[in-house]
């Protein structure tokens, strides 16, 4: 069983910046593909960034690309998201994910999830 928490959340103003932080426990952590996701209100759960099990390779949505940095460090079994430039539409709540499949954008490739951290972007 694999456990993660999410940090960092909170209220910025547009244009301002964040730092979401997942920590892990359970099995190893760097034997897993690590997955970002956000869901606003009403609106289905999307990709954010993904990185591989390496660090190798990382990948972003387009609406965030330029944006925000996905990285991890397998020593403290962690990995972050750097969010900048952040717009209203940013507003949502972050999942941290983990999972097995290289380079998936889809949820249900990932296995284990957060509980959730809330963004707020002000305008």
């Known amino acids: 069983q694999v456990q993660l928490v999410e940090s960092g959340g909170g209220l910025v103003q547009a244009g301002g910046s964040l730092r979401l932080s997942c920590t892990t426990s359970g099995r190893t952590f760097s034997s897993y593909e690590m997955g970002w996701f956000r869901q606003a209100p009403g609106k289905e759960r999307e990709f954010v960034a993904g990185?591989?099990?390496?660090?190798?390779?990382?990948y972003y949505a387009d609406s965030v690309e330029g944006r925000f940095t996905n990285s991890r460090d397998n020593a403290k079994n962690t990995v972050y998201l750097q969010m900048n430039s952040l717009k209203p539409e940013d507003t949502a709540v972050y999942y941290c994910?983990?999972?097995?499949?290289?380079?998936?954008?889809?949820?249900?490739?990932?296995?284990?999830w957060g509980q959730g951290t809330q963004v707020t972007v002000s305008s």
């Open positions: 990185i591989r099990r390496s660090s190798s390779m990382v």
């Open positions: 994910a983990a999972g097995e499949t290289p380079l998936s954008r889809w949820h249900g490739s990932y296995a284990y």
